[in-house]
């Protein structure tokens, strides 16, 4: 009995486990990215289309179009390491800048 109940405890839990991470975002570098790439970060950085940005990251062999673009920058679609290097390098930014959660981290 005590393990019958015990494993439908941690069934339940897995399952609203998953339905978390469903709902959570899949990248932490999205609004950063918005951000610099809008120019609202600093006045160093010019503003830049997602277009602009998708032949940038293209021409650099990171495959990704506008309509990519938009999902990282809402949190809708995963990062893949290489691809937060070359975002960095073409907002000429430091990778660390990328993770940053508040204006502190500048």
Do not use: W
């Amino acid at each position: 009995y005590v393990i019958i109940k015990t494993a439908k405890k941690l069934y339940k839990r897995n399952i609203f486990m998953k339905e978390d991470l469903y709902h959570r975002e899949k990248n932490v570098c999205g609004k950063q990215i918005h951000l610099i790439r809008t120019g609202q970060y600093d006045e160093k950085h010019k503003k830049m289309t997602q277009d602009a940005l998708a032949e940038a990251l293209q021409a650099a062999g990171i495959n990704i179009d506008r309509t990519a673009i938009s999902r990282i920058e809402s949190g809708e679609r995963f990062l893949r390491d290489t691809e937060i290097l070359v975002f960095a390098k073409i907002l000429d930014v430091p990778i660390n800048v990328l993770f940053s959660f508040d204006d502190d981290n500048k």
